[in-house]
């Protein structure tokens, strides 16, 4: 951060264990990854390369390097997790991981027939080897708003108890599933279950890849919330949203 004379909020230095942000890759070319995470590389925490994505990047070796240049994590979709359960293939996911020189490895059940005590079995079987961060929430809206609080507390905490580092609460990419509505509304009663839940703050990733999802959050939990699946081109915005920096966050911290 720049010099300067006001008042912010203080912002711990990387390696952070709270105030994460999580970029997703869905496919930037690399030249242009590269000069966006190096430009904001004090901000970001964690990297996804978005679903399974990671199979058909060419220069994903590239990517990787930049992060690492830049000492950030990365690791790839849940999705590419389930289509590795989906055939049978468990076993070549981890080498796959290992490939990669991965730390972090996502587990989720967003889309295929897995329970969430079945994903939790595998959280056991990675959790020695690799930081492992899951998810809970479906990508399909109407499986999401079937699920009740209780649900999602139950599988956040079954998934923390197997090993799980971090639980990220499903919004997708667009901000229309798992703890949003299908227009885009975040469901305001199931988060503050959740946080009424007695699960800690720091062991949540809200993903917001709004403004407005991200303005929430940063007001309802302070600039050291848990914060994924935002843009690349938005780190700095979200960084001002986190310091009182910009309009929807202007007085929160005066």
């Given at each position: ?91 070549d996911f981890r080498s796959f991981y290992l490939e990669h020189g991965g730390r972090h490895v996502e ?50 905490d079954e998934d923390l108890a197997a090993g799980a580092s971090l639980v990220t609460l499903e919004a ?28 800690g703050v720091a062991s949540l990733l809200f993903e917001a890849p709004t403004t407005a999802l991200q ?40």
């Amino acid at each position: 951060m720049n010099q300067t004379t006001l008042q912010l909020p203080r912002r711990a230095s990387k390696p952070r264990a709270t105030g994460l942000t999580m970029v997703i890759d869905g496919g930037l070319p690399r030249a242009y990854f590269a000069d966006l995470i190096t430009s904001a590389a004090s901000y970001i925490d964690l990297v996804k390369f978005g679903w399974g994505t990671a199979v058909v990047t060419r220069d994903l070796d590239a990517k990787i390097e930049v992060l690492r240049a830049n000492e950030i994590s990365f690791y790839f979709g849940g999705t590419l997790f389930e289509k590795y359960v989906l055939q049978g293939r468990f076993d070549d996911f981890r080498s796959f991981y290992l490939e990669h020189g991965g730390r972090h490895v996502e587990v989720s059940n967003g889309t295929i027939a897995l329970s969430n005590s079945e994903k939790a079995s595998y959280i056991r079987k990675l959790a020695d080897d690799f930081t492992v961060v899951s998810e809970v929430g479906f990508k399909d809206p109407g499986r999401s708003e079937q699920l009740s609080p209780r649900q999602w507390i139950e599988a956040i905490d079954e998934d923390l108890a197997a090993g799980a580092s971090l639980v990220t609460l499903e919004a997708r990419e667009s901000g229309r599933s798992g703890i949003c509505r299908p227009d885009g509304e975040l469901r305001f009663g199931l988060i503050e279950d959740v946080l009424a839940s007695g699960t800690g703050v720091a062991s949540l990733l809200f993903e917001a890849p709004t403004t407005a999802l991200q303005a929430h959050f940063v007001t309802r939990l302070g600039p050291d919330v848990n914060l994924g699946n935002i843009p690349a081109p938005g780190v700095l915005g979200l960084e001002t949203l986190r310091l009182g920096l910009r309009a929807d966050t202007l007085s929160v911290f005066e």
